[in-house]
Every structure is written in C-alpha cells, then in structure tokens.
C-alpha cells in the first residue's frame, strides 16, 4: 500500500487502548504471518497515513519459536484499516 514518508509529522501515534483494538481487527480479519502463519501479530505505535488518506499500521510476528534464529518482531505487510473503524478508535 503506497504511503507518503513525508507525511511523516502527520502519522498518529497510538495509545494502548487503539493499539489493543486494532490488534482485534487483525485478528478478526483473519490475518497471520506470511512466514509461520501465527495470528500472533501486534502493531507499531504509529500508524501511517497513505497517499489515498486512508490509515494503515505496521504488523509484527510475535511467534518465536517458528522463526529462523527465535527471532521475534518479523515484520509484515501494512495492514489498512476501514476508514469507520479508524474513526470508532479515534485515529482519524
């Protein structure tokens, strides 16, 4: 998903709550790690605003054991979130 690194002032950064609530989203959603397919997945603290101004946040594998070297925080794609949820959680 295209983002605008120079937007970078702009990005909002999360609190536990909304961090908790995506996370839930994501979970909902079905996603898991493109690499072990864990649905341990948390996100970064900051989310990005794209091109389109949508709302995207950074998604990190908690699974150690399945990851080479028990490395953890692999990370994954950006996962978008519905503009009516970035509202409900109160980042847009």
């Not at 950064?13 to 493109?34: H, M, P």
């Not at 948390?42 to 950074?58: Q, Y």
């Not at 692999?74 to 959680?89: G, M």
């Amino acid at each position: 998903m295209p983002f605008n690194p120079d937007l970078d002032a702009d990005q909002p950064t999360l609190n536990a709550s909304q961090r908790r609530q995506i996370e839930q989203l994501v979970r909902c959603a079905g996603k898991t790690c493109e690499v072990c397919g864990s649905d341990d997945l948390s996100c970064d603290d900051v989310a990005v605003r794209t091109m389109s101004d949508g709302i995207s946040v950074r998604l990190f594998c908690n699974n150690r054991k399945d990851h080479a070297d028990g490395v953890v925080g692999t990370e994954q794609p950006l996962f978008a979130l519905e503009k009516n949820d970035a509202h409900r959680i109160g980042i847009l």
